[in-house]
């Protein structure tokens, strides 16, 4: 099992910043790939961005691309998700998940961004 816990979110307005974390616990955090995901209100959960397990790779929406980036520290079992130029469509909960093969299995609670216009 691996559990999960985001923290960062808050209200924040458009062209601003935040920085969402999410801490592991449970399991060996460098064996997973982790990825954000985030849901707004009336809509379905979308994917945001991934890193690999190794920290090398990454991907993102084209939503985000350019505006935000995910990082991780392995030795603080955290990953990060930096998020710039926010607009108000960015406002949702943001969730954080885990995978090791296939689907993403294990989820946080989400944290909610707002961005005010």
């Known amino acids: 099992q691996v559990q999960l816990v985001e923290s960062g979110g808050g209200l924040v307005q458009a062209g601003g910043s935040l920085r969402l974390s999410c801490a592991a616990s449970?399991?060996?955090?460098?064996?997973?790939?982790m990825g954000w995901f985030r849901q707004a209100l009336g809509k379905e959960r979308e994917f945001v961005a991934s890193?690999?397990?190794?920290?090398?790779?990454?991907a993102y929406a084209n939503s985000v691309k350019g505006r935000f980036t995910i990082s991780r520290d392995n030795a603080k079992n955290t990953v990060y998700l930096q998020m710039n130029s926010l607009k108000p469509e960015d406002t949702a909960v943001y969730y954080c998940?885990?995978?090791?093969?296939?689907?993403?299995?294990?989820w946080g609670q989400g944290t909610q961004v707002t961005v005010s216009s």
């Open positions: 998940a885990a995978r090791q093969l296939g689907p993403y299995n294990y």
């Open positions: 449970g399991r060996t955090f460098s064996n997973y790939d």
């Open positions: 890193i690999r397990s190794s920290g090398g790779a990454t």
